[in-house]
């Protein structure tokens, strides 16, 4: 199976800072890499996609980057609705894993 | 829109075997453009991928549950199901399903929470 190993564990951040998370992945992922906000009481929401690839209706503050076993997600001017858990999930090949996860207070 | 509801009991007595159902509306299960899936969430931890499986019946299994497992599609109600024996309080946990598109876009169920416990 494929490791991810994602930090940091936890974050705090303020109103209009920006944040970085990264990815790590045991092997390369060719850039199948997605990034997940998860909330309380309601299901993940995929922010990106292929490592880089913005979802619908994700704001524009939210952006991915990296290749092969590196990659970060970045969000820029940070509001208090993006306080969650954050995960990186390779999607190269099953099973598919994880990252231990990142949650960002704001 | 594709729309995913899970269904299933919210309390499931150890060693007996959940069963939750997907229905899918908005898409057709026969499609040959993505893969239907589980995921789970338990209560403090992080996503586990469960399994899925394609239009034709065709299963991928995460090993440390496939010995438990058996997903499979019901063409005729345009659903698929999820089917785990053997349950202990390490299934317990919330439940989603997944639409895992070939153009790299995935929709998810709302969840549904099983609590294992007598």
């Known amino acids: 199976d494929i490791q991810m190993t994602q930090s940091p564990v936890s974050l705090s951040a303020s109103v209009g800072d920006r944040v970085t998370i990264t990815c790590r992945a045991s092997q390369s992922l060719n850039n199948y890499l997605k990034w997940y906000q998860c909330k309380q009481g309601q299901a993940p929401r995929v922010l990106i996609s292929t490592a880089s690839n913005l979802q619908s209706g994700v704001p524009s503050r939210f952006s991915g980057s990296g290749s092969g076993t590196h990659f970060t997600l970045t969000i820029n001017s940070l509001q208090p609705e993006d306080s969650a858990t954050y995960y990186c999930q390779q999607s190269l090949s099953t099973p598919y894993t994880f990252g231990q996860g990142t949650l960002l207070e704001i | 829109q594709v729309q995913l509801q899970e269904s299933g009991p919210g309390l499931v007595r150890p060693s007996q075997t959940l069963t939750l159902t997907c229905a899918v509306s908005?898409?057709?299960?026969?499609?040959?453009?993505?893969?239907w899936g589980w995921f789970r969430q338990p209560a403090g931890s992080g996503l586990e991928w469960i399994g899925r499986?394609?239009?034709?019946?065709?299963?991928n299994y995460n090993s440390f549950l496939r010995s438990r497992l058996t997903i499979s599609v019901d063409t005729s109600k345009n659903q698929f199901s999820l089917k785990l024996n053997s349950v202990t309080a390490a299934d317990t946990a919330v439940y989603y399903c997944v639409r895992e598109g070939f153009n790299d876009v995935d929709d998810w169920g709302q969840g549904t929470r099983v609590t294992v416990s007598s």
């Open positions: 499986v394609f239009f034709d019946g065709r299963t």
């Open positions: 908005g898409d057709s299960i026969s499609s040959r453009s993505c893969y």
